[in-house]
């Protein structure tokens, strides 16, 4: 199935000279879904990337992340913008291309040695991703890999990751 055909491209989003890869439209095509879900499992598991937890980040990695837990056999665990999970957390800060930005994630979602693999719909510049890998090591879990829809390869996020299994379904 050709998935780029599925996602939609919005010019001058969210500023001019950005082109928004809007997977709205991937979305709202059951087959494409199912594709999406299905061939991530079955990355997954050719790469061995077999986890306790699926961890995503909020809020478009959801989307992906529980269905792909659901398939793996693994449990979730969302990784939130600051205040919105209601028990003790682990926070980390991180640096974006202009500011800073912060996540958490509970403190009794995941324990020491649990492993996991970090879903999301896009890796850009790997900084939401690289800090969830640096939150998760915080707490002592082994981080298999990571696992994304699209990625925008101009932007050389992979090179700020670990050296870990990426798996990424579409490249811009």
Same mark, same amino acid.
């Given at each position: 199935?050709?998935?780029?055909?599925?996602?939609?491209?919005?010019?001058? =989003?969210?500023?001019?000279?950005? /082109? =928004?890869?809007?997977?709205? &439209?991937? +979305?709202?095509?059951?087959?494409?879904?199912?594709?999406?879900?299905?061939t991530l499992a079955a990355k997954c598991q050719e790469q061995n990337l077999i986890p306790d937890y699926i961890v995503a980040m909020e809020s478009r990695g959801f989307i992906f992340g529980t269905p792909l837990a659901y398939q793996l056999e693994a449990g979730f665990i969302p990784v939130r913008k600051?205040?919105? @999970?209601? $028990? $003790?957390?682990? &926070? /980390?800060?991180?640096? +974006?291309?202009?500011?800073?930005?912060?996540?958490?994630?509970?403190?009794? *979602? /995941?324990?020491?040695?649990?492993?996991? +693999?970090? /879903?999301?719909? @896009?890796? $850009?510049?790997?900084?939401? *991703?690289?800090a969830t890998a640096e939150l998760l090591d915080k707490i002592g879990c082994e981080v298999l890999g990571f696992s994304f829809i699209i990625e925008l390869k101009n932007l050389a996020g992979r090179q700020k990751l670990p050296s870990l299994p990426i798996i990424s379904l579409v490249e811009y």
């Open positions: 199935m050709d998935l780029k055909s599925l996602i939609r491209d919005i010019p001058d =989003f969210p500023k001019p000279g950005i /082109v =928004f890869r809007d997977i709205t &439209t991937l +979305l709202n095509d059951p087959a494409g879904l199912r594709y999406t879900i299905d600051p205040g919105k @999970l209601p $028990a $003790a957390v682990h &926070t /980390v800060e991180y640096e +974006l291309e202009y500011g800073s930005d912060t996540l958490e994630i509970h403190q009794d *979602a /995941v324990q020491p040695g649990s492993k996991v +693999l970090i /879903v999301d719909d @896009l890796i $850009a510049t790997g900084g939401t *991703a690289k």
